[in-house]
């Protein structure tokens, strides 16, 4: 299976903040890499898909990059109802894996 | 406006079985794979498979295999994920989550609780 590995594991930020999140894959995934966003208690949400194509929906402040085994997620301004825990995804082979997750706080 | 319903908590006794349905509505039900990924309190999330609700074709993570399966009913476009031999470590939220396309999933159920206790 292909191992995902975010950092950081947490973060703290205000808004306003533009802040990074990175994504390292344990092979090469080409450009097959997903980002969600999930509140407590609720599902996860779609955010990027294939690297750095934005879901229908979500706002620009949002945006993604990389190739092959690294990628980042971007948010260029950090607005309140963004404090939330991030999530990448491989979907280049079966089973797809998830990172552990990138908690943003306050 | 495409919506995954899922249905409501449970709670097993180890070594029972639990199955979690999946309403589908607003979109066509036999376009796009359904998918199950789990999430045990504080932790991340796992996936344990799909199906095909067209063809009925399955897939199941390797760690499932055996313990999981996955089935739809297409007159009522519902799916439904019946975990067998449960153990406590099965306690998680159990999500489905439709494809946008592959591996990528671009809407998602509320989550079902299903609590393994004795």
Known sequence: DIQMTQSPSSLSASVGDRITVTCRASQRISLYLNWYQ??????PNLLIYAASSLQRGVPSRFSGSGS??????????????????????QSYSTPPTFGQGTKVEV | QVQLVQSG??????????KVSCKASGYTFTGSHIHWVRQAPGQGLEWMGWI???????????????????????????????????R???TAVYYCAKSRDGYNFDYWGQGTLVTVSS
């Open chain 2, 52 to 86: 095909n609700p067209y063809s009925g074709d399955t897939n199941y993570a390797q760690k499932f295999q055996g313990r999981v399966t996955v089935t739809r009913d297409t007159p009522i476009t519902t799916v439904y994920m019946e975990l067998s031999r449960l």
């Open chain 2, 88 to 90: 406590s470590d099965d």
């Open chain 1, 68 to 89: 092959g085994t690294e990628f980042t997620l971007t948010i260029s301004s950090l607005q309140p109802e963004d404090f939330a825990t991030y999530y990448c995804q």
């Open chain 2, 9 to 18: 908590a449970e709670v097993k006794k180890p070594g029972a079985s639990v």
């Open chain 1, 38 to 43: 999930q509140k407590p208690g609720k599902a």
